[in-house]
């Protein structure tokens, strides 16, 4: 069993940064075999992707509002993947989730890549 618990989120200001943390665990689950990514999802709209850490340690994101103002990194001692959002709009209120792919499979962009998910933190921006 996989578990994934996101924290970092909560109320800033538009132009505020915050980090979300995502710590992972697992008897089984060996955290540098695995690619992780990051979704989100606004009230009445699906879950989107954000970003992605490739179990080799490449990056990639959605590109357009997001490039330059996120990034995704990982801290392989302490099993936690992270988001950096920096310049943040009102438009990146969400719920934002922390998902692994297969091991040593590409970096999760589409739901259905995801075989683990954590349980989401709402982050609220405001103008």
């Known amino acids: 069993q996989v578990q994934l618990v996101e924290s970092g989120g909560g109320l800033v200001q538009a132009g505020g940064s915050l980090r979300l943390s995502c710590a992972a665990s697992?008897?089984?689950?060996?955290?540098?075999?695995?690619?992780m990514g990051w979704f989100r999802q606004a009230p009445g709209k699906e879950r989107e992707f954000v970003a992605t850490?490739?179990?080799?340690?490449?990056?990639?994101y959605k590109v357009d509002s997001m490039k330059g103002r996120f990034t995704i990194s990982r801290d392989i001692a302490k099993n936690t993947v992270y988001l950096q959002m920096n310049s943040l709009k009102p438009e990146d209120t969400a719920i934002y989730y922390c998902?692994?792919?297969?091991?040593?499979?590409?970096?999760?962009?589409?739901?259905?890549?995801?075989?683990?998910w954590g349980q989401g933190t709402q982050v609220t921006v405001s103008s």
């Open positions: 697992g008897r089984t689950f060996t955290f540098s075999n695995y690619p």
């Open positions: 998902a692994a792919g297969r091991e040593y499979g590409l970096g999760p962009t589409r739901e259905r890549d995801a075989v683990y």
């Open positions: 850490i490739w179990w080799s340690g490449g990056t990639s």
